[in-house]
């Protein structure tokens, strides 16, 4: 007669076995974890090129809006900022506004 204790534990290590082999038999052979690991990092590269050319993007907007910034600080346009109540079209030409 058989000892339901050992028949548990048989039945226990079988269900491991069978696990086991499920684990085993659903992973990805060397060559497809190769390749995916080949597209992470192609992916990460290109997301590092993006990141580059988006700082040198911000960097040349900061410099054209430092100019911008200084071109309206010069003295022609200063009338037209200290008006205050009155719309300034900034696309007029400033020599034939009357101050």
Same mark, same amino acid.
């Given at each position: ?17 069978? =696990?086991?082999? /499920? ?6 052979? *060397?060559?497809? !974890? ?32 430092? =100019?911008?910034? /200084? ?6 346009? *200063?009338?037209? !900022? ?18």
């Amino acid at each position: 007669m058989i000892n339901p204790f050992t028949s548990t534990i048989g039945l226990i290590v079988l269900l491991i076995g069978c =696990a086991a082999a /499920e684990v085993d038999s659903e992973r990805s052979p *060397r060559a497809v !974890l190769s390749s995916a690991c080949q597209e992470h990092t192609s992916l990460h590269n290109r997301a590092d090129v993006v990141e580059k050319k988006v700082e040198d993007t911000v960097g040349k907007l900061e410099v054209e809006l430092a =100019a911008l910034m /200084e071109a309206i600080e010069d003295p022609k346009w *200063r009338p037209h !900022l200290d008006n205050t109540g009155t719309p300034v079209d900034i696309l007029e030409d400033p020599v034939n506004i009357q101050s």
